[in-house]
């Protein structure tokens, strides 16, 4: 989904779910921040701006993020959003070109985040709280 980001907030994207190493039965899929979709597979630079790589509790950089992603058993990246970041990033997999999207920057941009999260995708909805964290998640009749 396109995700939206208030300025001067931290966020996480925990990625330790089993499934961002073993989708697809190919390539892990570590995300990343770039200025431009698709970052560095469509020639652009990755967003490094207040982000933390994590696995397994221990802080990595880019490199180790990727090369340790898949034998790691939590996998998180902390962006701490700055006061000057773009109005627009994109999250990507650093192997998959297409798997990500946008993000939405601004400084009052939780009202965004409330509409954006009320939807429903394969059967379930989703909200996000004022913290940007996933609240609940159930199945919808239909």
Known sequence: PILYFERKETYIID???TTNVTFGGGSPHPLLFSDIANGKLASGTTYETGVTYLLDGSTVNEAG?????SGAT???IY???????PGTLYYWCNYH??????ITVADNNLDAAY???????SGYE?????DGELVFEYEIDE
């Open 79 to 85: 962006i701490n959003v700055d006061a000057n970041a």
């Open 126 to 130: 989703y909200k996000i709280n004022a």
């Open 15 to 17: 990625q330790s779910d």
């Open 115 to 121: 509409k954006a999260y009320e939807i429903g995708t």
């Open 74 to 76: 939590t996998r998180r």
């Open 65 to 69: 993020y990727i090369s340790g992603f």
């Open 97 to 102: 070109q297409g798997m990500g999207n946008s």
